[in-house]
């Protein structure tokens, strides 16, 4: 059963475009929301994060809009640039002693 | 300085070998992770550690066994290999456990052959 699901797969924004990746999850017991970046040959890294008592968050280009009542969270890349052309995660955790659940991640490429 | 190491980089090794990889960790964190990133780029937890304490041990095969001889040094042995067990394994640590503030490791691309 996959607890965070993300989509689309794959997507292709043009420079100066907006990019925008959803991810919805089942358990409600999940409490912090981040989002990971993954560069070819290296491992993930945290991008910017949300916790349920606010509906976005936004730092320089990167913003996270947030729906609880939806399950359903998103990341928007504002002026997309082709050094963002990288691997996207969401992920959600819940209580101590559980470790951050995946969605399946998105592949974007941005054209210049 | 690297924050969270893996050794090695790269493993290419035949079916039914036994090999370990290595990780260390100089953030201080108290907790360390293995994840499992397939073909198509799944990431899945497989194991944490808390203050060496086993904390999390998903559905993986007992050929998989995670070693922690200190808070900062999280290692995975893996014995017997076969085919499947090809993918990128990460390390990863974190302050507490509940998700926070991971750090990964570059990871290292295991291959069997």
């Known amino acids: 059963q996959q607890q965070v699901k993300q989509s689309p797969q794959s997507l292709i924004v043009q420079k100066g475009g907006i990019s925008i990746i959803n991810c919805a999850y089942e358990?409600?017991?999940?409490?912090?929301f981040p989002w990971y970046q993954q560069f070819p040959g290296k491992g993930p890294a945290l991008l910017i994060a949300?916790?349920?008592?606010?509906s976005e968050k936004k730092e320089g280009r990167f913003t996270i809009s947030f729906n609880k009542s939806a399950k359903q969270f998103s990341l928007h890349i504002m002026d997309s640039q082709p050094g963002d052309s990288a691997t996207y995660f969401c992920a959600a955790s819940g209580q101590a002693g559980t470790a951050l659940i995946f969605g399946k991640g998105t592949t974007l490429s941005v054209s210049s | 300085d690297t924050a969270v190491s893996q050794t090695p980089k790269y493993l290419v090794t035949q079916m039914g070998n036994d090999k370990s990889i290595k990780c260390e960790q100089n953030?201080?964190?108290?907790?360390m992770y293995w994840y499992k990133q397939d073909s198509k780029k799944f990431l899945k937890i497989m194991f944490s550690?808390?203050?060496?304490?086993?904390?999390i041990n998903e559905t993986v095969p007992n050929r998989f066994s995670p070693k922690s001889p200190d808070k900062a040094h999280l290692n995975l042995h893996i014995n017997s290999l076969e085919l499947g067990d090809s993918a990128v394994y990460f390390c990863?640590?974190?302050?507490?456990?509940?998700?926070?503030?991971?750090?990964f490791g570059s990871g290292t691309r295991l291959t069997v052959v």
């Open positions: 949300i916790r349920p008592d606010v």
């Open positions: 953030l201080g964190h108290d907790t």
């Open positions: 358990n409600t017991a999940f409490d912090y």
């Open positions: 990863a640590s974190s302050q507490s456990t509940g998700g926070l503030g991971y750090t």
């Open positions: 550690y808390n203050n060496k304490e086993l904390i």
